[in-house]
């Protein structure tokens, strides 16, 4: 028979004590690869949405309480587009299949207006913020970059902490009906200058009817800067 532990000389004890030492810091040990629910929701949102998914967009997820936090992958998802609202099978990384639910907000980053903008003004960088808002409250027809914003020309009043409506605002008006204006001719190489008169709003680029004030006749130019228009012929 074997003898017992307790009876091995002490030497011996403490060899097998530095082996069984070793050999528990050999043993392999399985990887924590447990991740927050609300991580593998957004995830798991994200792929559905596919290409439907805004720039920028990103998730909040919010888990009713009570529920398992983490877990290792999702197995089974379903969500509402339209409310957001998700109910998903969690496997656990103790191999457990945990039922969660909740609100997974579409959420995308949008410039506001930070005070009340009036029509004709030109929106400055200090006029707006960037805030997060739900993509609910925000459409395919707003505003949703910085540059879209800066310089241009508002056409409708601006509310402060509300999206902006891409018809509510245009590129600057250079030229305004009745504005007197120079006319740069441009005929194989040649530029000749006349007076003229705006019958026509115009921004830059854009294309303007005027007078000729020494011929009476109206020509159609292109808006090229503040009381200049470029016409050929």
Same mark, same amino acid.
């Given at each position: 028979?074997? +003898?017992?532990?307790?009876?091995?000389?002490?030497?011996?004890?403490?060899?097998?004590?530095?082996?069984?030492?070793?050999?528990?810091?050999?043993?392999?040990?399985?990887?924590?690869?447990?991740?927050?629910? #609300?991580?593998?929701?957004?995830? +798991?949102?994200?792929?559905?949405?596919?290409?439907?998914?805004?720039?920028? %967009?990103?998730?909040?997820? /919010? !888990?009713?309480?009570?529920?398992?936090?983490?877990? &290792?992958?999702?197995? &089974?998802? =379903?969500?509402?587009?339209? #409310? %957001?609202?998700?109910?998903?099978? @969690?496997?656990?990384?103790?191999?457990?299949?945990? /039922?969660? =639910?909740?609100?997974?907000?579409?959420?995308?980053?949008?410039?506001?207006? @930070?005070? /009340?903008?009036?029509?004709?003004?030109?929106?400055?960088?200090?006029?707006?913020?960037?805030?997060? !808002?739900? =993509?609910?409250?925000?459409?395919?027809?707003?505003? #949703?970059?910085?540059?879209?914003?800066?310089?241009?020309?508002?056409? /409708?009043?601006?509310?402060?902490?509300?999206?902006?409506?891409?018809?509510?605002?245009?590129?600057?008006?250079?030229?305004?009906?009745?504005?007197?204006?120079?006319?740069?001719?441009?005929?194989?190489?040649?530029? !000749?200058?006349?007076?003229?008169?705006?019958?026509?709003?115009?921004?830059?680029?854009?294309?303007?009817?005027?007078?000729?004030?020494?011929?009476?006749?109206?020509?159609?130019?292109?808006? +090229? %800067?503040?009381? !200049?228009?470029?016409?050929?012929?």
């Amino acid at each position: 028979m074997p +003898r017992p532990a307790a009876l091995l000389p002490k030497p011996i004890r403490c060899l097998l004590g530095l082996a069984a030492i070793a050999l528990a810091a050999a043993a392999p040990t399985r990887p924590a690869t447990a991740a927050p629910v #609300t991580d593998l929701v957004a995830e +798991r949102a994200t792929q559905d949405y596919g290409p439907g998914l805004p720039d920028q %967009g990103y998730f909040k997820v /919010r !888990l009713a309480e009570g529920l398992t936090r983490e877990g &290792e992958l999702i197995r &089974e998802f =379903w969500i509402d587009k339209d #409310t %957001g609202q998700f109910i998903a099978n @969690v496997v656990t990384d103790t191999g457990e299949v945990r /039922r969660v =639910w909740g609100l997974a907000t579409l959420t995308v980053p949008v410039p506001v207006p @930070v005070r /009340r903008i009036m029509p004709d003004s030109i929106v400055q960088p200090e006029d707006i913020e960037t805030v997060e !808002l739900p =993509w609910t409250r925000v459409n395919a027809y707003a505003v #949703t970059e910085e540059a879209g914003l800066v310089g241009m020309q508002v056409r /409708r009043m601006l509310s402060p902490g509300r999206p902006v409506q891409l018809q509510s605002v245009m590129p600057p008006i250079i030229i305004a009906r009745g504005d007197r204006v120079t006319i740069q001719l441009v005929h194989k190489g040649m530029q !000749l200058s006349a007076a003229g008169k705006a019958i026509s709003d115009a921004h830059l680029g854009q294309e303007v009817r005027v007078v000729n004030l020494s011929s009476n006749k109206t020509i159609v130019g292109v808006a +090229r %800067g503040d009381g !200049l228009v470029e016409a050929s012929f």
